[in-house]
């Protein structure tokens, strides 16, 4: 074998070179996977035993308020000394820094197993409770569950992905951390639950089966946790696409409840950019000066009217982002008041 590769060398010298530098490569990132997926074995050996700690040693109580439907909501979870410790010794820092399958089996093992453990279940339980006292129905119940994430503070990148129990503890985190908490819940409670990572823009958000409102065409809406948003609302940053923005990849994580609500808040975000155009676009606006003042007084009164009054209505659809339900109920009225108002000849 040896005289047959020194023969191929002295008479194919670049030919050789080539296939000793491939093999070598072929080497070195084989070797890398495999290391890669022996450390993910060890990973899922810590993380299934995190989640399995028992939570009967509360050492104290989280607790947070935030608004939702004109109404404040105030959350209390006992959280176990032994669980949060046992949180804070799983080494994450490798899970989102990985790529493609190996990154889609963290999220998932984290995600499956957080959403079996004793925090969650407590957390889910307190969730329940303000379900039955809202007369919630499974899409306000989706809503109640993104806004006690949503309303957790944003906190600053650092090395290690903290778990949701550790995410409520300290009352913060980043949008990977908020993912995983929300993505825990939701799956806990059978809704279909998935993760977009957006590498180019360095974000993380979740995503929900639904009818409607989809990012996409996916069949999921988007939910953002970084900030107080509809379901299914999203930053159009993110359905960008070409050579320097990679599309997100995305993580199937189970259930089966979906979103049916996604036609309203289709409907809401059109309100909103016409709205939003209204108001902010200078092209909406005629050059103001002293003869045109004099000459059309009542024109740019109607059309300092018209901007206000679309600026109003930006302002209060951005400010109801936990009460979607009123406010498609009020812009639905709206619209079929001022139709019936429009002239004859109009219709």
Not at 145 to 151: E, G, L
Not at 179 to 193: D, K, N, R, S, V
Not at 294 to 299: A, V
Request: proline letters at 3%; one cysteine or more.
């Amino acid at each position: 074998m040896k005289q047959r590769f020194y023969s191929a060398f002295r008479h194919h010298p670049v030919i050789a070179t080539e296939l000793a530098i491939v093999a070598a490569v072929a080497f070195v990132v084989l070797s890398g996977q495999a290391l890669g997926w022996a450390r993910w074995q060890l990973f899922a050996l810590r993380i299934d035993g995190a989640s399995a700690q028992s939570d009967a040693t509360p050492a104290r109580v989280a607790s947070w308020s935030f608004a939702f439907r004109d109404r404040a909501v105030t959350l209390r979870v006992p959280i176990s000394l032994d669980e949060l410790d046992a949180a804070r010794g799983v080494d994450t820092s490798a899970m989102f820094a990985a790529s493609g399958s190996l990154r889609s089996h963290y999220v998932s093992r984290v995600v499956r197993a957080q959403s079996r453990s004793a925090f969650i279940g407590s957390l889910a339980d307190e969730l329940r409770r303000v379900r039955r006292e809202r007369g919630l129905d499974d899409d306000e119940y989706l809503e109640l569950i993104a806004r006690s994430v949503q309303s957790l503070r944003y906190d600053t990148v650092g090395r290690r992905v903290s778990l949701p129990v550790e995410v409520v503890a300290s009352g913060s985190g980043v949008c990977s951390e908020k993912a995983l908490l929300l993505a825990a819940i939701m799956l806990h409670e059978g809704y279909q639950t998935g993760m977009w990572v957006f590498d180019s823009q360095g974000h993380v958000a979740l995503a929900v089966g639904s009818d409607g409102a989809q990012f996409r065409d996916s069949g999921y809406s988007f939910i953002e946790t970084t900030r107080m948003a509809y379901v299914g609302e999203y930053d159009v940053a993110f359905r960008a696409a070409g050579p320097l923005c990679r599309p997100p990849q995305f993580i199937a994580l189970g259930g089966t409840r979906r979103y049916h609500a996604g036609e309203e808040v289709e409907f809401i975000l059109q309100e909103l950019a016409v709205a939003q155009k209204k108001a902010g676009s200078p092209s909406n606006r005629p050059v103001v000066t002293q003869a045109t003042l004099r000459q059309w007084p009542e024109r740019f009164t109607m059309l300092a009217a018209q901007e206000e009054a679309a600026r109003r209505l930006a302002s209060y659809i951005r400010g109801q982002t936990d009460n979607r339900q009123a406010v498609f109920e009020w812009l639905l009225r709206a619209a079929t008041e001022a139709a019936q108002t429009r002239p004859a000849f109009l219709h």
